[in-house]
């Protein structure tokens, strides 16, 4: 289970680490998330289409928004979510759609997205079972949910397990059992999941909702 997962809601530390973020996170991508990160941007451009309407939930200071538009893809079919207005605030040159809101209750109808991304910001949230629901919840049929996150992998080396130490020091953030996660979204029921194999102590997901919908059926 999610037992080391945050147990207060991470905004306002998000709040106050806004202006120090990207400094912090590219020296995280450096030293240990960097594969998985890449896996996820390779999903992304590989399954994007001019017509894609995109959640980036969690999206922080909007690093793959970024990265997604400077690759051509129109910020108009793009949607921005963050509870934090910090961070929401350093997205405020891109033109797309921001939304302050939460993973754990996301406001948007059923099955409104065709791809739904959420990088590094599950392990922040204190109820993971229910993020993943809701981000279930709001991928269309035959649509997918790419995911990367921190989790509970060995370390490579000394600077990987540094960035850990570092990581769970400054409280913004856990390491997730893959297979639990895994587990989660094949037990909602309507998900197929891939592993994107990389190595270090973060995972990259995609999972894919079948065409036929139901309700998905994660506990939290
Ligand atoms: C480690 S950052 C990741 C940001 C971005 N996705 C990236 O790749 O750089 C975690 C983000 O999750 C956001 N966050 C914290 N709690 C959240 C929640 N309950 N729902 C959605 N996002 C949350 C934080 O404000 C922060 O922007």
Redesign the pocket.
């Known amino acids: 289970m999610f037992t080391q997962t945050p147990a207060r809601?991470?905004?306002d530390?998000?709040?106050r680490m806004a202006s120090n973020?990207d400094k912090f996170?590219r020296r995280w991508l450096r030293h240990a998330g960097g594969e998985a990160?890449a896996a996820l941007e390779a999903l992304v451009r590989a399954l994007i289409t001019t017509d894609t309407d995109l959640l980036?939930?969690?999206?922080?200071?909007?690093?793959?928004a970024r990265t997604l538009i400077a690759e051509g893809m129109s910020p108009a079919k793009m949607t921005l979510?963050?509870?934090?207005d910090a961070?929401l605030a350093r997205c405020s040159d891109i033109p797309a759609v921001q939304v302050k809101?939460?993973?754990?209750s996301l406001p948007f109808e059923d099955a409104k997205f065709d791809i739904v991304t959420?990088?590094?910001?599950l392990e922040?949230?204190?109820h993971p079972n229910l993020?993943l629901k809701e981000l279930c919840r709001v991928v269309r049929p035959g649509g997918v949910l790419c995911l990367?996150f921190c989790a509970n992998f060995p370390a490579r080396g000394l600077a990987d397990g540094l960035m850990r130490q570092a990581l769970l020091w400054r409280g913004?953030?856990q390491f997730l059992s893959h297979g639990h996660v895994i587990h989660t979204l094949e037990n909602a029921g309507e998900f197929v999941v891939r592993s994107v194999p990389s190595t270090g102590p973060a995972a990259t997901l995609l999972a894919k909702r079948k065409e036929k919908i139901g309700t998905t059926s994660i506990a939290v």
Do not use: F, I, N
């Open positions: 809601d991470l905004a530390h998000y709040d973020y996170h990160q980036d939930a969690g999206c922080g200071t909007g690093t793959l979510l963050d509870p934090s961070m809101g939460r993973l754990e959420c990088a590094w910001a922040t949230v204190p993020a990367a913004s953030g």
